[in-house]
């Protein structure tokens, strides 16, 4: 007794994606924990996941990941562009501390905050407001580096005015030699930034669909909602925005190298993101599932052992 064989006529029935093959996802997450590691045909050579025992080493290898890109882009003469997102953020933390150790000024950086709370139209919550990703990086990452840090003027958040001059800024600063990495977590939904799976059933084809920009007002999946209220809110879901501003794979499909991170794990063997890691290395690229792509790019993703399971049955 299963999904597949109590969903029809449940609540649930119709209740995910069009797109998710359910049967697939769950041959995604029988794989035995110790073959995550093992190339799939679809991944980029220079694609690596890299396990981490903890979250304390989760954060210190990712913010040094971080921290040593923006080094070398500093070494060698180059701007670089930062999509950055607001979860994970344990590796802000350390990001800072090696940068400080280092003493390596980021006035090189051109930052681009991938997505914003906002409402149907697009505004977004006071830049001051305890809740809004612009304030939660200018205490995680922007204060913390004092004298070091990007200049104002090279921040960019998701606001209604700002987020469409995204394309043309970046296509600017592309033209000038700069390189893109593109900083993200995975939601419980596949998504990357607020780039939401069931967005595929807009388009005709994949082509129409990784040309997007960005989106205004998105609206989120209802898992979604649910996953930041127990990752951001302490579980009170009326005080989750059920629409953001988002960038698209129209812009971090253009990422020259990516660093990625899967911390979801909670506490007593409860987890939420060990599915979404799975169907992200297994899966294959399809507009359905956006961080199926991910493993297409150069890069780094980051992730706790325990997501990769075993992922049976267990009562708690």
């Known amino acids: 007794m299963n999904f597949a064989s109590t969903v029809k006529g449940s609540l649930l029935d119709g209740f995910y994606p069009a797109g998710w093959d359910m049967e697939k996802i769950d041959a ?23 396990s981490c025992d903890n979250v304390t080493e989760f954060d210190m290898l990712m913010g040094h990941e971080i921290a040593n890109t923006i080094k070398k882009a500093r070494e060698n003469g180059e701007k670089l562009i930062m999509i950055l997102p607001v979860g994970p953020m344990g590796m802000y933390k350390w990001a800072v501390f090696f940068l400080k150790e280092w003493n390596i000024k980021c006035d090189h950086l051109h930052c681009f905050n991938m997505d914003e709370w906002s409402d149907a139209e697009g505004n ?8 809004a990703f612009t304030n ?13 840090t990007v200049p104002k003027e090279q921040r960019n958040f998701a606001t209604k005015e700002n987020l469409p001059q995204y394309p043309e800024k970046i296509a600017k600063l592309k033209a000038e030699g700069a390189k893109m990495v593109l900083i993200f ?15 595929a059933a807009e388009f005709d084809s994949e082509a129409e669909w990784i040309k997007q920009p960005y989106r205004l007002g998105a609206k989120l999946h209802p898992l979604t909602i649910e996953q930041n209220a127990i990752t951001s809110f302490k579980s009170r879901t009326t005080l989750v925005p059920c629409r953001a501003n988002t960038i ?21 063997g409860m987890q939420w993101q060990g599915m979404s890691l799975w169907m992200t290395l297994r899966y294959g690229p399809t507009p359905w599932i956006t961080s199926s792509y991910i493993p297409t790019l150069p890069g780094k993703l980051f992730f706790l052992n325990e997501l990769a399971g075993p992922l049976v049955a267990e009562c708690n």
Do not use: V
């Open 28 to 50: 995604c997450c029988s794989n035995p924990p110790e073959s995550i590691l093992e190339p799939q045909s679809f991944w980029n050579k220079d694609f690596k996941p890299i």
């Open 124 to 131: 977004t919550l006071a830049s001051n407001d305890p809740a």
């Open 136 to 148: 939660a990086m200018e205490q995680a990452f922007y204060n913390p580096l004092g004298e070091l």
């Open 185 to 199: 977590g995975i939601g419980r939904m596949c998504h990357i930034a607020f780039w939401e799976p069931q967005f």
């Open 248 to 268: 698209g794979p129209g812009i971090f499909m253009q990422a020259d190298y990516i660093i990625g991170g899967c911390d979801g794990a909670l506490s007593r």
